[in-house]
């Protein structure tokens, strides 16, 4: 998890994509209105985003803002991993990428959740489910936090453990 | 203290704090934006028992601006929907003071109920305030509208229980809150029913969540959708488009 640290670049780039995840997860809580006011005019984006923040905060409170803040961080630090494990081993030795992609894919829709739900026709279902989603919002989260714990240094080559009866 | 001496460490930890202070300042905006609630409104509300053109039955539901508006204004909300409350502090004000009262428009207020139980209660008791209200004293249903999305907190929490919204009626002017807990247990079923038609009509125009909006305009027929809390400048875009049409 440190990799995305390790320079000036990574650390921006890790923060840059933390930013744009979480927008993406924001403005993803009600597509049709984002999709409205940015239509309208690009400028509207940073009202459409506050609005939804605000909204986001008080539709599944502080936790639930939290989980979306941390999500968009991971999602900073895994991207970052899985780029430079691509640049230090090469696109057919970066075998951790197959196993970050789904993770991310899987926790992001458990954290945008409300959005995705809406466009499926399930008006409302977030609000019924356990503490307003958040469950599923930590549950995704857990899930990519896994997949993370699994790619290490990208630097690192790593060397499978010997079993103990060798 | 010592300073960690490890750049990586340092990095992560100026990230880490960065992050905390943006994540801190965006909670803390988030929650200075409660703003007061809305004037009352100089034009009155009224019942009406007309189908307008683009099918929406009035019977029941309190109707504000001129009723020889050229444009209507049909507005979908839940009192359990944040978003919701975000429109009625920053946005209508301006659409009564612009539009409404200067009888560029007629508003219409159509219950949504979808955010929980406790929803279909405070528009089943919307109803039943309207129905109270409507014939002597119409005004006051603004008051209780306002004074319920005032005291709005986290859905389907103690706020919206029925005894606390009877407390709320209680509290403002003029409305017989005993006849509203009456209406409450005798017309429950029929009211819910009733709101559970305008909830698949809405669905059928194609609305899933609050607040929306459709701004028709009754001459040319001509129809727009708007969803959320968009800023007033939006709608004023919207009403004069769908009046031009």
Known sequence: MAYPFTSTARTVGTVAVAAVTYCLLVLSSFPTYTMQMLGADLAYADDALLALTANTYETIGALGLGLIVVYAIATGIALTAAVGRVRYVGVRGARGLSSVLPGLVASGCASCGAGVLGLLGFVGALATLPFHGNLLRLGGLVLLLGYLSRIGDPRQCSIPAASESE | ?245
């Open chain 2, 1 to 245: 203290m010592d300073l960690p001496d490890s750049p990586t460490t340092r990095r992560a930890l100026l990230g880490g704090i960065g992050t905390i202070l943006a994540g801190g300042g965006v909670v803390y905006g988030a929650s200075r934006l409660d703003s007061a609630s809305s004037p009352p409104p100089d034009v009155p509300l009224y019942s009406s028992s007309e189908t307008t053109g683009f099918g929406i039955d009035l019977q029941g539901h309190p109707v504000m601006g001129e009723s020889n508006a050229s444009v209507d204004v049909y507005y979908w909300s839940d009192y359990q929907c944040p978003f919701c409350r975000r429109f009625e502090e920053n946005t209508l004000p301006d659409l009564i003071e612009n539009h409404i009262e200067t009888g560029s428009i007629r508003f219409v207020f159509i219950e949504y109920p979808y955010l929980g139980e406790a929803s279909m209660t405070a528009a089943v008791m919307d109803r039943c305030v309207w129905r109270t209200v409507r014939e002597e004293a119409p005004a006051r249903y603004w008051e209780w509208h306002s004074a319920v999305f005032d005291a709005q907190s986290s859905a389907n929490s103690e706020w919206a229980s029925r005894s606390n919204l009877l407390d709320i009626t209680r509290d403002v002017d003029g409305i017989d809150a005993d006849a509203v807990d009456a209406c409450m247990r005798e017309r429950r079923d029929d009211i819910e029913a009733s709101i559970e038609t305008d909830v698949q009509q809405a669905r059928q125009y194609g609305i899933q969540g609050s607040p929306a909006f459709i701004i028709y305009n009754r001459q040319t027929n001509a129809a727009g959708q708007m969803v959320g809390a968009q800023p007033y400048e939006r709608f004023d875009e919207a009403i004069s488009k769908v009046r031009n049409a």
